[in-house]
């Protein structure tokens, strides 16, 4: 038996952020002073997030010294990851981000633990293998996820991503505190302990056990190398010992087991509740996170590059410092929304600076890749320089805001004399906004165009077709029903597949919380089918054509007092949508906009694809 001594640290939850860290603060002298005094309490776990250590030695920097050589010496155990974070809400490369991170932060104060440690997160993606195993983590463990396929797993078992690649998973059954605190009374404790034995014991793939002594900010159990001692000393059938997860995985590999195989995400809740209901908590959240993830990811280090391949200096640090703002809001209660109303104020607040830090990159990275393309060769009125970001060939729409040249009339051309659509956005105070297709922006690289005189208003053809309720384009009609919550019948031109009632609105009540949707015992179901909708052509042009559907729905004002049903009073919520197609461009956008006056509801957009799949 392998006792594990560990704190499960949400830096910001039901406190803010300051105010736990005062409490970690606390925990950590203590945790130094013990370690640093009992060799017997042999090491300690600190949540497999580095980011810990950060906010801790802000306070006490002059505890530098006796922490990084307690982690040189395997007694703290820190990172891989820089924040406990939640894997589905992110992208892709935030993972490998928050990996790089944790790891340059641990070995920067003295090792890092190279075990996939996530004991809370809600569910696991399928390619977390992969992804461990190129930071040269071959292990993983983790409390929820499993499913009834746990059964057969047992607590040990592979977990294989789509690539092939494994790692040995411990499943933590019951939970990352099982022993959060242990019984100080001998006959307690072992009692406490032989029950755990019984409990977990015929789980195992073997004839070992892991026990886990803590949970959410606890302090550690100061004398559990006496509860040891005493243990081992009161009985024989059990070898108990404090120690890390590297130690218990180094025994578990030792004793060679076969392991069952398992391939896939995991997204069961057998033995302990997934709470997906967070997915959709606070979303403009999730809304903030995916335009800093976009600023950081597709516009600012690349363009940074594209600057550096010409001479200019790359803005390390100011890329740093945003991801390592980022990856704070990536820790899983700060971007599951599940907080006080304090944390997700400062979550806000690091979402504004990532994204002011990626403009001020983006605009001086465009700044000087501009000033090193000669645009000036048929000298043109004025010139649009087009930059494709990511690594495939792109044509796509593109608007830009320019200021009228003097001239009555003008066209747009490309380098090769080409002239292009474009369509008037809008204009006044001098400037003018329009928008056209870029045409195949060569993968990270550009394209420049040029605004010449014309003598005459250009004409354009268009393969875009418009009516009263449709929109057309070479890849897809369009069409809204009025009569039924404007919803969208939108037909695939290219292989004759239609989808019908695109883009309907249900709302139902919801009696839960921050983490679960819970609907009222008697509760209402509305949906914007069979409502009469406003549909209006709002943009009909060369490059691309817009239809806003408007319609207001009436919904219950609030639930009832005793919160079982739905008010009676209901409050007007206007919905309005932007449908728009583009010429040359496979791909519809839907923008949609909810004045919401009501409470306690759950309110989804329904894009039916008749798709079957097991869940």
Known sequence: MIIVPHTHWDREWYLPFEEFR?????????????????????CFTLDGQSVIVEDY????????????????NNRLLIGPWYTSTEEFLVSPESLIRNLLLGREVALKHGGVMLVGYLPDTFGHIAQLPQILRGFGIDSFVFARGLGDEGERLKTEFLWEAPDGSNVLAIHLLKGYGNAKKIPSDPGKALEFISHLKDELLPHSTGNYVLVMNGGDHVLPQENLPDIVEKLNEMQKEMEISIGSLEDYIRIVRSRAPKYDVYRGELRGARYRPLLPGVLSTRMYLKQMNWRAQVMLENFAEPLAVFAWLFGFDYPQNLIREAWRSLLQNHAHDSIYGCGVDEVHDENVSRYERVQQIAESVIQKAVKDVSSRINTSIDKPL???IVFNTLNWPRTDIVGVTIRRQGVENFELKDTSGKTIPYQIIHEGDGLLKLCFIAEDVPPCGYKTYMITEAS??????????????????????????????????VEDLRTGRVFKELNLIEDRG??????NYSPPENDMIITSRREPA?????ERGPVKATIKVALTLKLPKSLSEDRKSRSLEVVECPVESRVTVYAGVPRIDIETTVRNNAKDHRLRVLFPTGLKTDY
Do not use: C, W
């Open 510 to 515: 919801d009696a839960g919380d921050e983490y």
């Open 382 to 384: 004025a010139s649009i």
């Open 57 to 72: 030695l802000e306070i006490r920097p002059e505890k530098g010294m006796l922490l990084r050589k307690l982690v040189g």
């Open 22 to 42: 005062a409490r970690l603060v606390g925990l950590m002298d203590m945790l130094l002073e013990i370690l640093d005094r009992d060799p017997r309490f042999r």
């Open 534 to 538: 406003k549909v209006e052509v709002i």
């Open 456 to 489: 005459q208003k250009p004409v354009f053809h268009t393969a875009l077709k418009v009516t009263e309720t449709s929109i057309e384009n070479q890849f897809f009609r369009v069409n809204v029903d009025p009569e039924n919550g404007g919803s969208l019948r």
